[in-house]
T-cell receptor, first 111, second 116 residues
Framework: GDSVTQMEGPVTLSEEACLTI???????????LFWYVQYPGEGLQLLLK?????DKGSNKGFEATYRKETTSFHLEKGSVQVSDSAVYFC??????????FGTGTSLTVIP | DTGVSQDPRHKITKRGQNVTFRCDPI?????LYWYRQTLGQGPEFLTY????????KSRLLSDRFSAERPKGSFSTLEIQRTEQGDSAMYLC??????????????FGEGSRLTVL
């Protein structure tokens, strides 16, 4: 069945370091792909999405490219900030109305 | 700007008691979802409503769980005869009408259940 496999954390980085959080997926067809973020004490919110192969989603300095050949949707940021400390979830919808979420990767950025 | 609201935010109960959670979605959203999240895991789908109709239910949703959305607006999730394994964060999300398939989900902050 459809699923996402996400890089396990936790991840601790110094401010201005580069970030990559890996996400690979298994799906029937070519679904849209999403990254959600959960800041401390808040609900999950959409960070970025890509709707078809080779699309790049971007928001708040984060990017992820939908790569069909490697079935991946890795999240990247060139220079992280303390305010990026959060839990990041990769997600994909099935052909119905469900979303499959990864297990989440906790990121802590230290000054 | 009113987002998805959930009540209560925290509930502590004894094993065997019944609990009910309420979710108020964003007003123009006709799609409503319940998810469950345990520590160190991503959200797991429980059930989905389109307007007042419950269209999908996960196998995770045992007979002790029931969800309603009587007028297509707010929704309730009731757990009867709670067990310690029910301890989790219960998340509600909503999304606007789409031609097909799910779009972006807008989540509430969740209702945390602790069963003693």
């Amino acid at each position: 069945g459809d699923s996402v496999t996400q890089m396990e954390g936790p991840v601790t980085l110094s401010e201005e370091a580069c970030l990559t959080i890996n996400c690979t997926y298994t799906a029937t067809g070519y679904p849209s792909l999403f990254w959600y973020v959960q800041y401390p004490g808040e609900g999950l919110q959409l960070l970025l999405k890509a709707t078809k192969a080779d699309d790049k989603g971007s928001n708040k300095g984060f990017e992820a490219t939908y790569r069909k050949e490697t079935t991946s949707f890795h999240l990247e940021k060139g220079s992280v900030q303390v305010s990026d400390s959060a839990v990041y979830f990769c997600a994909l919808p099935n052909t119905g109305n469900q979303f499959y979420f990864g297990t989440g990767t906790s990121l802590t950025v230290i000054p | 700007d009113t987002g998805v609201s959930q009540d209560p935010r925290h509930k502590i109960t004894k094993r065997g008691q019944n609990v009910t959670f309420r979710c108020d979605p964003i007003s123009e959203h006709n799609r409503l979802y319940w998810y469950r999240q345990t520590l160190g895991q991503g959200p797991e789908f429980l059930t989905y409503f389109q307007n007042e109709a419950q269209l999908e239910k996960s196998r995770l949703l045992s007979d002790r769980f029931s969800a309603e959305r009587p007028k297509g607006s707010f929704s309730t999730l009731e757990i009867q005869r709670t067990e310690q394994g029910d301890s989790a964060m219960y998340l509600c999300a909503s999304s606007p009408p789409r031609d097909r398939g799910p779009g972006e989900l807008f989540f509430g902050e969740g209702s945390r259940l602790t069963v003693l």
